[in-house]
């Protein structure tokens, strides 16, 4: 049965703030008979606290996304984060939408984008198939963290300094060492890549957890290309301890400020 999950937390992980403020995340379960009304998604807005001004444009945006849903026999469409603009406006900030592959016969012009890009991205390919969120851009820097929040201001804060990112690639929350093992083997395969970059928040990852996957990964690949970490949150300490210990090339940081300018440094001091 379809589930519409609304919530007024924006630009954090919807899986954090279901597990630490469940009274945040707004569920309306959709009988596909019945469907999914304006009313339904007024009622919803109301409990998530949405502001009265900007309840007609959640009506209309929660609406068509449903509808979206439908009729691509999608398995997900989200939109995350809806913004609202200088005017009031609520838009939608950046969107997802994933088709269930067993409807894909039903849909030959969105089967056939599906093999085009897996022809031409074969690391997004394999991203997936390892359970990872990976876009290739067209950066020299590459970068891994937990949370499409988090991804995306990392990638904003690389461009703020003048760098450029190579990927978008988000382990998501909890993510164990064998999936950030899994990431830095992805993305130490984009060609043109000068340095590393693995900002990491623990909420329900452990930063101790990733620090082994990353220690792993560079015993095991050997990269040419600086690593650069930012490790904050849940078991930091224990984090950065064996990443110290490690004794392989790895520059440490504190903040993500710090991390991203560090790393458009180094992008630029490497030659390949």
């Not at 198939?129 to 499409?148: E, R, Y």
């Not at 760098?163 to 978008?168: H, I, Q, R, T």
């Not at 560079?218 to 930012?230: A, M, N």
Request: glycine share 10%; net charge negative; aromatic share 4%.
């Amino acid at each position: 049965m379809p589930v519409i999950i609304l919530s007024a937390e924006g630009g954090i992980d919807i899986e954090e703030v279901a597990r630490t403020k469940p009274e945040k995340v707004v569920r309306n379960y959709i009988d596909p008979v019945w469907g999914f009304h304006g009313y339904q998604m007024r009622q919803m807005a109301y409990k998530a606290g949405i502001s009265g001004d900007l309840i007609d444009d959640m009506v209309k945006m929660g609406l068509t996304l449903y509808e979206i849903f439908v009729d691509n026999d999608a398995v997900l469409a989200e939109i995350n984060p809806a913004v609202v603009t200088p005017e009031g406006k609520l838009m939608c900030g950046d969107s997802k939408l994933e088709i269930d592959d067993n409807a894909l016969f039903k849909h030959p012009d969105l089967a056939a984008l599906n093999e085009d890009m897996m022809e031409e991205n074969t690391l997004e390919a394999e991203a997936k198939a390892k359970g990872i969120s990976f876009v290739q851009l067209n950066g020299n820097i590459a970068v891994i963290g937990n949370g499409a929040g988090l991804v995306m201001g990392t990638l904003d804060s690389l461009s703020l300094e003048g760098g450029s990112a190579a990927n978008f690639l988000d382990v998501g929350g909890g993510a164990l060492a064998s999936k950030v093992e899994d990431a830095l083997e992805i993305t130490l395969k984009i060609k043109n890549v000068r340095a590393v970059l693995i900002n990491i928040f623990g909420g329900i990852t452990r930063c101790d957890e990733v620090a082994r996957g990353i220690v792993a990964a560079l015993k095991r690949l050997k990269p040419s290309v600086p690593i650069i970490v930012r490790l904050a949150g849940n078991n930091e300490e224990e984090g950065r301890r064996i990443l110290r210990e490690s004794e392989l090339n790895i520059h440490i940081f504190d903040s993500m400020k710090t991390a991203a300018i560090n790393a458009v440094r180094f992008s630029r001091e490497v030659r390949i």
